[in-house]
């Protein structure tokens, strides 16, 4: 290989490994929960205990023809 090819691969390389490094990383990660604890997800949406009407389907109060 010629030394442009060379070059021009570490540069790649380390332009990849530089974006790698990068994103947003949270300030606090939650512990993981201690064995026998439910765990609350997978969950129903909308919560049917906070659910204004239950049994009948939300509308978004505009009214079609």
């Known amino acids: 290989m010629s030394s ?4 021009l691969t570490i540069l790649a390389l380390a332009g990849a490994l530089a974006l790698a490094g990068c994103g947003k ?15 609350p997800f997978p969950r129903s ?12 389907p939300a509308g978004s109060g505009v009214q079609f023809p």
């Open 45 to 56: 949406y909308p919560n049917p205990d906070l659910d204004p009407k239950p049994g009948k």
């Open 4 to 7: 442009r090819t060379v070059t």
């Open 25 to 39: 990383k949270p300030s606090f990660v939650d512990s993981p929960r201690p064995e026998g604890q439910p765990d």
